[in-house]
């Protein structure tokens, strides 16, 4: 969901990262972290049985981009830095495997992907970057997670050689559009969609031809359809919400892009995002999980995954007037309201409660090791085929 402006600054350190230590993470016990919540073995065991993809989570926290936007002299800041504490909430956040996207303009994307790699630089021992099915078996469940390199647009594709550059570079998701009109595509928020241009499809041959998989979270409804028609792969929506629950919501998908995306083989990350879930309160992990039911019913349980779209305490610790700056680079139709976290899921073990919960609803092991990572991690595997 992050805006452009946050981020498009520069991402490069002024020092080197100091060496450091296995952390001392115990999931064999009741607790995760110093908090007083509390798990059942049979959630620690599903967690711990299954590497979990949050296909949008950015490994940095909001509050250190805007920081950095709001700073004198943003070249100075790093606003993508991840500190040692920050680490071992990751580490020890049961996810094993992050896709840190953010939107951007096409002057941005070479320095934040430069800025994604150096990640593996400074955190060789707990970083690692995930350009194969292959490299997740170089993963440890808190001791090594990995990052695939995406970007939520596709502007910095001037050409569809530009492609080929930065799958060079490490990336291995875009994204066709963020919410406006780029020269692929239209955007969810964008008043006319005209669907993928000839460029754009293109574009879409290309990827699929080197395996850099095609994301379409933010695309309007033509274009979102369009890449589904074109695309010989699975065509992925990482974090998206079903709009007939959300009220009309335009960020989220309609019935008929669900089905297509069931069709295509592929998978559809659902997000905490409040206002993506449902318009009326109360908005929950529970909210969420409708979501999940809803996908589930409609094209099956193997097409539906998660992709928070936050990073690992959510939005609503940005502090002003940077928290409201970032509402207000949104069109109306985002329709926030208060918070922006879904209660319940705001938090570094959002996924010991998700587990819990889907446990409560009655829904198998099995399928919320589906959920948690295996679908994602299939469908990459079709996908990341030259």
């Not at 008929?256 to 069709?263: F, L, Q, T, V």
Request: some cysteine.
């Amino acid at each position: 969901m992050t805006q452009s402006k946050f981020n498009r600054r520069s991402f490069l350190r002024g020092a080197a990262a100091t060496a450091i230590a296995m952390p001392m993470v115990n999931f064999g016990s009741f607790k995760v972290f110093a908090s007083d919540a509390a798990y059942s073995s049979k959630v620690l065991d599903v967690v711990n049985s299954v590497q979990v993809f949050d296909m949008l989570s950015i490994l940095s926290p909001f509050k250190h981009m805007m920081t950095a936007a709001f700073s004198k002299n943003p070249k100075l800041s790093d606003g993508l830095a991840v500190s040692r504490e920050e680490l071992d909430l990751l580490l020890a956040s049961g996810v094993d495997v992050f896709h840190p996207a953010v939107g951007l303009g096409a002057d941005d994307a070479a320095p934040f992907i430069a800025r994604l790699n150096a990640y593996a630089a400074e955190y060789p021992e707990h970083l690692q970057r995930i350009d194969s099915i292959a490299d997740l078996d170089t993963l440890k469940k808190g001791e090594r997670i990995g990052y695939i390199l995406g970007i939520q647009n596709s502007d910095h594709f001037r050409s569809v050689d530009d492609v080929n550059q930065f799958y060079y570079m490490g990336q291995r998701i875009s994204q066709l559009t963020y919410n406006s009109q780029n020269l692929i595509g239209s955007g969810s928020t964008d008043r006319v969609d005209g669907g993928i241009s000839d460029f754009g499809a293109a574009v879409v041959g290309r990827m699929n031809e080197l395996g850099m998989a095609v994301d379409v979270s933010h695309c309007g409804d033509k274009t979102t359809l369009d890449a589904f028609e074109l695309s010989t792969k699975p065509v992925l929506i990482t974090h998206s919400n079903v709009r007939a629950l959300a009220e009309g919501h335009v960020r989220c998908k309609s019935d008929e892009a669900i089905r297509a995306m069931g069709k295509a083989g592929s998978v559809m990350g659902i997000t905490g995002v409040r206002n993506f879930l449902s318009a009326k309160e109360p908005t929950t992990v529970e909210t969420l999980i409708d979501h999940i039911d809803y996908v589930a019913k409609l094209v099956g349980i193997e097409h539906v995954g998660v992709g928070s779209d936050m990073d690992m305490n959510g939005y609503d610790d940005i502090p002003e007037p940077a928290y409201s700056a970032l509402k207000g680079q949104y069109k109306a139709s985002y329709g926030f309201r208060g918070k922006i976290d879904a209660d319940g899921f705001d938090h570094p073990k959002r996924i010991f409660d998700l587990t819990d919960r889907m446990l409560a609803r009655g829904y198998s092991e099995d399928h919320i090791r589906l959920v948690l990572g295996d679908n994602f991690k299939r469908v990459l595997g079709d996908i990341w085929v030259a």
